[in-house]
């Protein structure tokens, strides 16, 4: 299901995570690797792909939610602060969201943008984790040493303790398990307790 208003989104009380970070950043992506298909979610080499709220029932139980990048440049003034607006509404209002995953690619320093939209959350409650995207493109040296960085940026600022990261690459298909794992143990303990 698609659709840009929170309001809209599905009514059924099942568990969701959502995928979140700048345009281009590979969340379309990592959604096809996690769910092993080539084109579930719409990808684009240009920024600016993933336009609406969409969610993607996986096994009947839960779901995973691709969101639109923030930080485009190109889109309009007018279409960004809607955007904004509306992803806004969707992690401020919506009770289904159990964890988002913040995305970034792996090859740059710490971006101001992101280390504004993870304080946002931090600000509003909202769980979420670091996935650092694109580890293909790096060494294994380098992966190590862009994520102790990262981690070190995340200490001085804010936060007082690191949110739980995962390296990926969508094309060579790192992370997955660890990732759907992580989710795994999340749904079961979200059953447990709604049974319970
Ligand atoms: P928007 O919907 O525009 O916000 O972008 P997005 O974050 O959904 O990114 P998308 O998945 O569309 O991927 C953007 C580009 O990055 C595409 O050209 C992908 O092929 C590429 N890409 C995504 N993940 C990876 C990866 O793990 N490794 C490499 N090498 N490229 C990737
Ligand atoms: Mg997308």
Not at 51 to 67: A, C, E, R, S, Y
Not at 78 to 107: A, H, P
Request: glycine share 6%; charged share 25%; aromatic share 12%.
């Amino acid at each position: 299901m698609s659709n840009s208003k929170v309001t809209q989104c599905p009514n059924e009380p099942l568990p969701e995570y959502a995928f979140i970070g700048r345009s281009n950043v590979g969340k379309s992506s990592l959604i096809n690797m996690l769910t092993d298909r080539k084109s579930l979610a719409k990808t684009s080499g240009k920024p600016g792909k993933t336009q609406l709220i969409n969610h993607f029932k996986i096994n009947g139980n839960w779901f995973l939610v691709d969101l639109p990048g923030y930080g485009y440049a190109k889109v309009s003034k007018k279409s960004k602060k809607t955007f904004q607006k509306y992803i806004t509404d969707y992690f401020e209002q919506r009770k289904q969201l159990i964890c988002s995953f913040v995305l970034v690619d792996i090859r740059h320093e710490p971006q101001k943008i992101d280390m504004e939209f993870m304080e946002w959350l931090g600000e509003n409650g909202i769980p979420f984790c670091i996935v650092f995207t694109k580890a293909d493109k790096l060494k294994p040296a380098v992966i190590e040493r862009n994520v102790k960085t990262y981690i070190n940026k995340l200490l001085e600022g804010a936060w007082e303790e690191a949110p739980q990261n995962f390296i990926t690459s969508s094309s060579k298909k790192i992370g997955r398990e660890e990732l759907l794992h992580y989710i795994a143990d999340i749904n079961t303990g979200f059953f447990t307790q709604t049974k319970g």
